[in-house]
């Protein structure tokens, strides 16, 4: 039996796309040379994770670790281990790093224990420590950190046009108080948690912007990739908390999701099954989208187009100076050079 020579970290590994990427993976030549590392809220918990695990061909080395992505103090204790183990051989470089864990607080906006609203915090900032703090830890020549992302960062696309009735609520990036204090979309109301979603994944594409720009300028860290990937609309429980009509059009998905894609194969409605295909070729692939394939954005199983303000590099840069400040990034966190 080869010994794996590299990690795969999934963050919320017991979801629904992360099970479907794992059922995909353990089937691939991946799942002998790289050793799963999937992390979860709670691993006692973590049912149909162990449920797909136990399909794991034998040659398959994983470990299930906890990863409170709702505490910054959590996030810097998982990272902090996890770079031991890395600095002292015991987990191997890591090869993907898939930031999956994510939520929707679309019945009520809440705040972390540190006090920033839920969804920028889990869904975002606590990613932007976490990558800060583990680069040290990735395979500096094949290294690719995966973002996922989501139709909702379409303002104008028509499923999303009845979350934004004001022109004012199609930009996303006010400022980063604004975000973390949870003054940018601030009721309680099913579509005001839809936009703290949309503005969170919105902050992830700029974050992935801003980090590949800086990764490029430090000739050690220059070969590592981050990318994303929109999943598209796939039947998993990231609804738990909208109304129910809204959860009844999500179980549709994998109905629909099969016929629809005999005729268009890419479509948005999407199995966990392909998703986790896609995610799978962002994470290993060298063929389609190349060796280092930086901040590429792929739509499903095609390059794709990520919206207007997502790209906009100068709020990337506001962006990230306060994002400093709230994940209270200091000196020798991370070994990305130009952090500041
Ligand atoms: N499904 C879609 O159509 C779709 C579309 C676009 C993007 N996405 C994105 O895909 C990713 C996975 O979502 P999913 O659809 O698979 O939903 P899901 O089934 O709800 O999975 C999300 C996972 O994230 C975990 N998680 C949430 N908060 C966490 C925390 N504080 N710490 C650690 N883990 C936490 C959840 O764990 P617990 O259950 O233990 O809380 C759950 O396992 C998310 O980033 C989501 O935004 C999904």
Known sequence: MSSPRGTLLLTGANGGLATGFISQFLKSPHATSIKGYYTVHNPAKATNLRTTLERAPKSHEYEIATMDMSSLKKVRQAAEDINKQVANGTLHPIQALVLNAGIQDTHEQNFTDDGIEQTFAVNYLHNFLLVLLL???????????????????????????????????????????QLARGEASADDAFRSGLRRYAMSKV??????????????????????????????????????????????????FQVLAPPLSLFWPNIFVRTAKKTGDDLLRVCFDNKKFGEHPKAAYVDGSELGEPSEESKDSEKAGALWKGSLKWAGIKEGDTVLENWK
């Not at 009845?162 to 930009?171: A, G, L």
């Open 135 to 177: 680069i040290q830890s990735m395979d500096k020549e094949h290294g690719r950190i995966v973002i996922i992302s989501s139709t909702s960062i379409y303002p104008d696309w028509w499923p999303n046009k009845d979350n934004y009735p004001e022109e004012s609520q199609k930009t996303f990036f006010t400022s980063v108080e």
């Open 203 to 252: 902050m992830m594409i700029m974050f992935m912007y801003e980090l590949q720009r800086r990764l490029n300028d430090s000739p050690s860290l220059s070969s590592i990739s981050i990318l994303g990937l929109d999943p598209g609309w796939v039947t998993t429980e990231i609804g738990r908390n909208s109304p129910f009509v809204a959860r009844a059009i999500m179980q549709l």
